[in-house]
């Protein structure tokens, strides 16, 4: 770890955090900054939800479940269990007991007022996490998908209770144009050596935080290279639904199709070695097996792509 740089990384849930929890091996933590989507939260139960957030906090606090990704490690459903069983509540979405502890506590600060950049940083604080954690925005920008067979359905409902089954059309944003970037999010943007798109789900995860006025102008002006790394291995997602929504929006799963997909912004692009060599004019492309099945898979990522950008900027 003899690297000065400072790396921000636009960041979605278990996809990205799995380069997230490389890149945390391979450069100081403190040096480290992750601006993540908050277009899958939603209000449920009564509480507050950030997937995102909270896959990438649980997963660079080593308490994330390395069974799903998500969630944390060794937790139990009987709250969740109890209220349908005793109350008859739809329990589709799954929150486990330990992690009501996040969801109440967030829930509770947001309602004392603050802002949930504040919130995330007193979790991420509390759970001893030294990389910055931040929310794309304050504001509420609920991803909504227009499907052809059942209409506008919220990210969750979409994501969690129809399994990704509906036919997408068109994906929405909403209330993006009244959001803002907050201050920490945009000083870690202007303060970064290098930017990384990590391999999150271009539609879902990623494009949310560029639906936040002023990010996508931020991220094609700052002095720091933007480096995407593909989410699309052999013409397929590794894991949810990216190739089967670009089929859906005409669009061929492909890496070059996701390269295209962040033009103007890209400096740089990490492809697979399993998919074709691509080039791009004015984007530089580093070859390499973006797999990460294991923590050494995902080491040797983050180590790649450090080593790459150093060059870059040496
Ligand atoms: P979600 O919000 O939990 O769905 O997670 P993300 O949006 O962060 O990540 C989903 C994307 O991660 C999918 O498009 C996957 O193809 C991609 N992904 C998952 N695992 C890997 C991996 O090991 N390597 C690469 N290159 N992409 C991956």
Request: glycine letters at 8%; one cysteine or more; charged letters at 20%.
């Amino acid at each position: 770890m003899a690297l000065e740089l400072n790396i921000t990384v636009l960041i979605g849930g278990v996809g990205g955090a799995k380069l997230a929890r490389g890149l945390a091996e391979v450069v100081p933590p403190p040096r480290l900054s992750f601006i993540v989507n908050t277009g899958d939260d939603f209000w449920r139960y009564g509480l507050k939800i950030c997937p995102d957030l909270d896959t990438v906090m649980y997963t660079l606090a080593d308490i994330v479940n390395p069974e799903t990704g998500w969630g944390l490690a060794a937790d139990s459903s009987a709250a969740l269990d109890s209220m349908a069983r005793l109350y008859g509540v739809d329990n589709w979405f799954r929150l486990g007991d330990k992690d009501l502890a996040t969801h109440l506590l967030r829930t509770q600060r947001l309602r004392e007022g603050e802002s949930l950049s504040q919130v995330t940083a007193h979790l991420s604080r509390q759970l001893g996490i030294s990389a910055r954690i931040l929310p794309m925005t304050d504001a509420e920008v609920p991803t909504i998908l227009n499907t052809i067979n059942e209409g506008k359905l919220p990210f969750q409902d979409y994501f969690v209770r129809r399994r990704c089954a509906p036919i997408v059309q068109s994906i929405m944003h909403k209330n993006a144009e009244r959001a803002a970037i907050p201050e920490r999010a945009r000083a870690a943007l202007l303060n970064a050596d290098a930017l990384l798109i990590a391999p999150s789900n271009p539609w879902l995860s990623i494009a949310p935080i560029l639906s936040v006025p002023g990010m996508r102008a931020l991220l094609s002006r700052v002095r720091a290279p933007v480096i995407a790394v593909t989410p699309i291995i052999g013409g397929e997602a590794v894991k949810g639904p990216t190739a089967k929504i670009m089929r859906e929006l005409g669009l061929r799963p492909s890496a070059a199709a996701v390269a295209e997909y962040y033009q103007g912004i890209l400096d740089g692009f990490v492809n697979d070695s399993r998919n074709p060599p691509m080039e791009l004019p004015g984007v530089q492309v580093l070859q390499s097996d973006t797999l990460m099945r294991t923590l050494e898979d995902k080491i040797r990522l983050a180590q790649e792509i450090v080593h790459w950008i150093e060059g870059w900027l040496s």
